[in-house]
């Protein structure tokens, strides 16, 4: 399956259960005219996933409920059964950075990974991989 990145009005779904975390994402999107939608918990994302109305998730790993990793493997097992032709690029963005985690990550599905604490230049890097990034309003 090959990753969609021809997208004239991307949205995007943050996926992250700390307010802080999630006003900072936000704000960048906000800031570069990228629509979104947020969800605390994966399986509130996946669910939104399932609307078909997303051309990218940010995807924090550690969450209540059920957490990013296995939002992500359901979210590829989605895809595999019903066949999919373009996979949704989902980017980690979690405070477990250490090597295991990133393979973890990986593992699981996810298209890239980030780490927290992030600048939002490194963040918005990350996004242009996938969407089009628009300058500042």
Known sequence: MEINTDIS????????????????????????????????????AYNLYLTGKFNLILMDIQ?????????????????????????????AVTAFAMEHDKRNCFEAGVNEFIAKPFKSAHLLDRISQFIEIRAFA
Not at 14 to 31: E, P
Not at 63 to 91: D, F, Y
Request: charged content about 25%.
């Open 9 to 44: 009005n991307p949205k995007v779904l943050v996926v992250d259960d700390n307010l802080i975390n999630l006003k900072l994402v936000c704000a960048i999107l906000r800031n570069h005219d990228i629509e979104y939608a947020i969800a605390e918990n994966g399986k509130i």
């Open 63 to 91: 969450m209540p409920i059920m957490n990013g990793l296995e939002c992500t493997q359901r979210i590829r097992n989605h895809e595999e059964k019903t066949q999919t032709e373009s996979r949704i690029p989902i980017v």
